[in-house]
């Protein structure tokens, strides 16, 4: 359907639903690659103006990417709850911002937006993302309650939990297991201690995973451990009897794009019955770990959706949390600043992008985390990723990623660092997960507030864990 809006006598005119949810999202540089962003500031306030007056049932019929030739649309619309969604079936996309802005500051914020989550489908969250400033996406990101559970739980209110990140060049088992006793000592690691491997071969991974576990057993650590490797090499070490806690894999917002990642819904729904099968959780059995980006679609030229036109890099986020959602994960996190400049330009591209990415992912339902970072050669340094972080932590952010001096020298980009996390904890008095906070306090090193103590690293148990590592 072809909708027009005039401002200031003159009228822009929006070809398909696609073309008006693009020209409604906030100025980003993938969506000028694609050449889907709105020409002007002009017709992206027409795009918005007009998006507002769309009926969500719209968005159930004007389907961006074809139901007949991808499978993230056909999940989309057949697990669609239309029971929950009846209630909302006659509000436009504006009527639906103004509902969420009254849900959030009500006393029962947190059940009224779990009970509205199924009623909306990906499309519909992105859409409604466009229309609101960042304090909008702030404070109903706050207001929703997502919690998932392995060893730890997270997502509880007053928590901010890390994934801890000991990549390492070479998989040098001394190296990771010197990062991994650094972000043990400054308080994180409670979301996971995850490894990015240098290499995907299943050797190297199950060596990976036989450290991990044993450093975890060894200290009885409550957390979960998790090697980045694809799925199909998870799967079989899991047949191996490695000791796999989570199974790790990206995915993205379209069919095409998910085959370019080597996978497809069933083979996803195969690992997460293969690693729930193995019941390792103690608190929980949430074992998938999904990571997302945006220009993940438009990166591998899947981008493109109905009578080929161009869908917005964001739009086809928030699709990926539909494949999320399905697999009722302990952790998704959007690496938001990760593939570069051509798809987030500047520090400013980027902390917008965060936060609608979070607000979308939560709203869906998911325990959202968001990798906090940028790579060298974008406009931007680590005082945005200072203020992203901040933003996200009043927002409610369930994780975040923490490496070594928030350099990653594995994957070449800068993020968070330890004390990052604890900066954001102590300002805005926050706790880590409650089971790895009763850990820390076991060990001597947080005190009644949950602040750090003082303690000596050669007088710390903790220090004989890079003792003999590797040799």
């Not at 009846?86 to 009500?106: C, F, M, N, S, W």
């Not at 990906?122 to 919690?147: C, Y």
């Not at 990926?320 to 998704?332: E, G, N, S």
């Amino acid at each position: 359907m072809i909708r027009s809006q005039s401002v200031r006598g003159e009228t822009f005119t929006f070809t398909s639903m696609a073309d008006l949810l693009a020209k409604a999202t906030p100025l980003r540089s993938g969506d000028q690659l694609a050449g889907c962003a709105a020409a002007s500031d002009a017709e992206r306030a027409a795009a918005k103006w007009a998006l507002a007056d769309v009926p969500l049932t719209a968005l159930l019929e004007e389907l961006v990417v074809p139901y007949e030739s991808d499978e993230v649309t056909r999940l989309i619309i057949d697990s669609h709850d239309r029971a929950a969604f009846a209630p909302i079936a006659h509000l436009t996309v504006g009527d639906l911002r103004d509902l969420l802005l009254r849900i959030a500051i009500a006393d029962d914020a947190g059940a009224r937006l779990a009970a509205l989550g199924p009623a909306l489908t990906p499309e519909m969250v992105a859409a409604v993302s466009k229309l609101m400033r960042n304090q909008d996406l702030i404070a109903v990101a706050r207001a929703v309650r997502v919690t998932a559970g392995f060893r730890t739980t997270v997502g509880l209110p007053g928590t901010l939990a890390t994934r801890l990140q000991p990549n390492h060049p070479t998989d040098d088992p001394r190296g990771i297991a010197a990062a991994t006793l650094d972000g043990l000592l400054l308080g994180c690691g409670d979301a996971v201690i995850g490894i990015n491997p240098a290499t995907d071969s299943p050797h190297a991974t199950s060596d990976l995973l036989h450290l991990l576990d044993e450093v975890r057993t060894r200290f009885d650590i409550p957390t979960q451990s998790c090697v980045l490797s694809h799925v199909t090499t998870t799967l079989g070490l899991i047949e191996q009897g490695a000791p796999v806690d989570l199974v790790f894999q990206s995915i993205a917002g379209t069919e095409g794009a998910n085959s370019a990642f080597g996978v497809t819904i069933s083979l996803l729904d195969e690992a997460n019955a293969a690693a729930r099968e193995l019941g390792r959780g103690t608190v929980g059995n949430n074992v998938m770990y999904l990571e997302t980006g945006q220009g993940s679609a438009l990166s591998s030229g899947t981008h493109l959706g109905t009578d080929g036109a161009p869908v917005d890099q964001q739009t086809l986020e928030t699709r990926a949390y539909a494949v999320a959602r399905h697999l009722d994960p302990l952790l998704v996190n959007t690496v938001v600043g990760f593939i570069g400049p051509e798809y987030l330009y500047d520090g400013k591209q980027i902390t917008r992008a965060g936060l609608e990415d979070h607000f979308c992912g939560k709203l869906l339902g998911l325990p959202m985390g968001v990798d906090v970072c940028y790579t060298n050669h974008a406009e931007a340094d680590q005082d945005d990723m200072d203020d992203l972080l901040t933003l996200l932590a009043i927002a409610g952010v369930s994780f975040v990623i923490t490496v070594p001096g928030a350099d990653d020298v594995m994957l070449g980009y800068q993020s968070l660092a330890f004390h990052d996390a604890l900066y954001a904890r102590r300002a805005l008095g926050l706790r880590p997960a409650p089971e790895f906070d009763a850990w820390l306090a076991r060990q001597g090193m947080t005190d009644e507030s949950g602040g750090l103590r003082d303690v000596a690293v050669e007088a710390s148990p903790l220090r004989e864990l890079a003792a003999g590592v590797g040799r």
